[in-house]
């Protein structure tokens, strides 16, 4: 199975500190994608990195992608209360046909 | 619409009924998934259409699973005969073109219970 691995399963910090989740998938990618989660709702897309980057921005955000490790990294600085969330990782690639695999998320609380 | 909708978002019903779940994926949006959410799990892919191309069912757990997507928009999944595993959250997502792999757009999605 392509599906990805978040690690850790859950995590709890204090606001204001730095978040770390990681991902790790087995066969070869085209693109990684994370998503955020919040309790009852659906999936919000947050970032996109491609198999040929190696790094990505987006505001408090950055992801990390190491194709030799099949891992990615995703950084939430400043982490605020809002934060509270899952957060998912995606992948698509040459033999995954239309499907889309998610990892089994990690679980973020950012306490006030 | 603005964003997906998904209707019901909570179906209770009894082991061995039939339900209906219903999605209204963004406009101009040819790409569309369904997904089954278990408890504190990932999602597990069910089926995915693109266009008026053949679907992918491949992610179909069983034949009591079924989707339909008329006139290219509006998509619905049946469950029959529930049973109490089917018991999940079902989300849908849509997307411009899955061909290159955009992001995908997704509903609130429909929790169901089977009792």
């Known amino acids: 199975s392509q599906q990805g691995e978040e690690d850790p399963q859950a995590l709890s910090i204090q606001e204001g500190e730095n978040a770390t989740m990681n991902c790790s998938y087995k066969?070869?990618?085209?693109?990684l994608q994370w998503y955020r989660q919040n309790s009852g709702r659906g999936l919000v897309h947050l970032i996109l990195i491609r198999s040929n980057e190696r790094e990505k921005h987006s505001g408090r955000l950055r992801v990390t992608l190491d194709t030799s490790k099949k891992s990615s990294s995703l950084l939430i600085t400043a982490s605020r209360a809002a934060d509270t969330a899952s957060y998912f990782c995606?992948?698509?690639?040459?033999?995954?046909?239309?499907?889309?695999?998610f990892g089994t998320g990690t679980s973020l609380t950012v306490i006030p | 619409g603005a964003g997906v909708s998904q209707s019901p978002s909570n179906k209770v019903t009894e082991k061995g009924k039939d339900v209906e779940l219903r999605c209204d994926p963004i406009?101009?949006?040819?790409?569309l998934y369904w997904y089954r959410q278990s408890l504190g799990q990932g999602l597990e892919f069910l089926i995915y259409?693109?266009?008026?191309?053949?679907?992918?069912k491949s992610g179909l757990p069983s034949d009591r699973f079924s989707a339909e997507r008329t006139g290219g928009s509006v998509s619905t999944l049946t469950i029959q005969r529930t049973q109490q595993e089917d018991s999940a959250v079902y989300l849908c997502?849509?997307?411009?073109?899955?061909?290159?792999?955009?992001?995908?757009?997704f509903g609130a999605g429909t929790r169901l219970s089977v009792l």
């Open positions: 066969t070869s990618i085209n693109n």
């Open positions: 997502a849509s997307s411009l073109d899955s061909l290159a792999k955009n992001i995908q757009y």
């Open positions: 995606a992948t698509d690639g040459p033999n995954t046909g239309n499907q889309f695999y």
């Open positions: 259409f693109q266009g008026n191309s053949a679907p992918d």
């Open positions: 406009s101009g949006h040819t790409a």
